[in-house]
Structure formats: C-alpha cells, structure tokens
C-alpha cells in the first residue's frame, strides 16, 4: 500500500517570501515522488519528480523539493513566490505505475 | 505540443442515464490512466492501459464502470446507470512507457470531465 499525506490544507504567504508545502509518504520499496498544480477548472500540471539521485530536485517555475528518506517527506519549495503561484498543489507517491495522491494544500500567495 | 484532451468537459447527467467520456492521450503515449476526483480530495486510480491491453482495473467503484481503449490510442470510460456519487472530476493521464515494475514515468494529464449526475 502507499499514500500520501499533506498535512497543511492551506498555506498563506505573502509574494516575495519562502514558500513551502509539505508532503509525507508511505511506501514499500523504492519511492518516486511527485508534485502537481492544478489551476481552477484546468487538469493537473507536473512540477517535479524525484526518481533516485540527488535529494534536492529542481522543477518547473523556480519550485524544487526535497527527498528525505529518514523522515519520508517531500516538502515543496520555492524561495520567492508569487502571486501566480496561488493554486492547489499535489503531492502524489508511486512505486509502479499508479500514482497515489495526497487531498491537496491551497496556497495564496497576496500581494 | 498537444497535451492530453478530454470531452466533453462538462457532462450533466440524470440519475440512471449512461454516460460515455472521452480522452485523447498524447501521441505516442503507451500507458494511459483513468483517475476520479471526488470535490475536495485528491485523484485515485481508477484503471490503467498499456496500447489497447486494459492491464489493471482494481481501482473501478462497481461494475457499472467500464473503459476501453480499442486501437492503443483514444480510450472511453463508460458509466452505466449513473448514480449521485457518481459525480466528480474524471482525469485522464498518459505516459511514454509506464510497465508495471518501471516507476518513474511522469503522466501528464488532462483538463478532466466534470460529471454532475442529478
């Protein structure tokens, strides 16, 4: 079994700030993790992934995340947001094929 | 380049109607995916295809559900007899090569269908 926890339903920040949102995982064996945005009324946009290598992946739009295996977390990052960047956010868990996802964090970015 | 599309975008349906939603995947995508999103949650895997082979169909709610992808590239899912918890998102998604035992592919999906049923 594998699944997902995003512990945050919201995050609030002002632009210009660290943004963080955070993801732990359960998984057996290896884990390929996943991070998604989805704007309203639109599909979910692929950010990041991490496969295996370096823990700090660099991803789309300036994000990058974090792999810790001791605390099995994901956390996603950016170090200035903006306010484009308010949307909901995916973390998602996979160790084959089917992705297991997390119930999301909103994040609001004001100006 | 074109992405993963999906129609209709919205379908309204009457309790008891049977409903036909389509996915587009991206070409020459292998693997192609079926998620439902329920208001307020994350997707879940509803059914996974290899080309035109329906390899895992564990995550389908009740018999009522039914997909295919006859020729390995456009797939239907198919509901039959709608019921109100039958309304939420459907997500489609696609990958290059996605076997069972290969993690790592990234599925990209589409804009979804939103089904009410009423």
């Known amino acids: 079994a594998q699944s997902v926890a995003q512990p945050e339903d919201q995050v609030n920040v002002a632009e210009g700030n660290p943004l963080t949102v955070k993801c732990t995982y359960s998984v057996s064996g290896n884990p390929y993790l996943f991070w998604y945005v989805q704007y309203p009324n639109r599909g979910l946009q692929f950010l990041l992934k991490?496969?295996?290598?370096?823990?700090l992946v660099k991803g789309s739009y300036g994000f990058e995340a974090e792999f810790n295996k001791s605390q099995t977390s994901f956390h996603l990052k950016k170090p200035s947001a903006l306010v484009s960047d308010s949307a909901l956010y995916f973390c998602a868990v996979s160790n084959d094929y089917k992705l297991s996802f997390g119930a999301g964090t909103t994040v609001t970015v004001r100006a | 380049g074109a992405g993963v599309s999906q129609s209709p975008r919205y379908k309204v349906a009457k309790r008891g109607q049977d409903v036909a939603l389509r996915c587009d995947p991206i070409?020459?995508?292998?693997?192609l995916f079926w998620y439902q999103q329920a208001l307020g949650q994350g997707p879940e895997f509803l059914t996974y295809?290899?080309?035109?082979?329906?390899?895992?169909k564990s995550g389908l709610p009740s018999d009522r559900f039914f997909a295919e992808r006859p020729e390995g590239s456009v797939s239907t899912l198919k509901i039959q007899r709608t019921q109100q918890e039958d309304s939420a998102v459907y997500l489609c998604?696609?990958?290059?090569?996605?076997?069972?035992?290969?993690?790592?592919?990234?599925?990209?999906f589409g804009p979804g269908t939103r089904l009410t049923v009423l």
């Open positions: 998604a696609s990958s290059l090569i996605a076997e069972k035992g290969l993690a790592g592919d990234t599925q990209y």
């Open positions: 295809f290899q080309n035109e082979a329906q390899l895992d």
């Open positions: 070409s020459g995508h292998v693997s």
């Open positions: 991490y496969i295996t290598g370096d823990n």
